[in-house]
């Protein structure tokens, strides 16, 4: 089960870093049925199936959303620094036309 939770959160990373959250629909629809065939070959009840499944689900969003923070640069270094700002909210010199 711990190996549902780590993939889960390793694609869902991958996949925030990259695309965008509609990209999730499809990664969704691919990994539960890989990861729903495989339960049950192992003989494993519906149960614990179910419940992997949605921890893989669970984890595959929490990925997603470290993988887009992570994309966006809200974690790097430079902007945990005070006093830096982006540069969109830099202001710009003024110039005065005479």
């Known amino acids: 089960m711990i190996l549902f939770g780590l993939s889960g959160l ?6 925030g870093v990259r695309f965008t959250v509609l990209a999730l629909i499809p990664v969704l629809i691919y990994v ?3 990861a729903g065939a495989s339960p049950s070959a ?3 009840g519906l149960g614990s199936t179910v419940v992997e499944l949605a921890l893989f689900v669970a984890c ?4 997603y959303l470290c993988g887009a923070v992570v994309s966006l640069g809200l974690l790097s270094p430079r902007a945990l620094r005070p006093g830096n700002r982006p540069a969109q909210e830099q202001a ?3 110039t005065h036309l005479h």
């Not at 390793?10 to 996949?15: F, N, P, Q, T, Y």
């Not at 595959?60 to 990925?63: A, D, R, V």
Request: aromatic share 0%; hydrophobic share 60%.
């Open 10 to 15: 390793l694609v869902g990373a991958l996949v």
């Open 32 to 34: 539960l049925v890989l």
């Open 42 to 44: 192992k003989g494993n």
């Open 60 to 63: 595959l969003q929490i990925g």
């Open 92 to 94: 710009l010199p003024e």
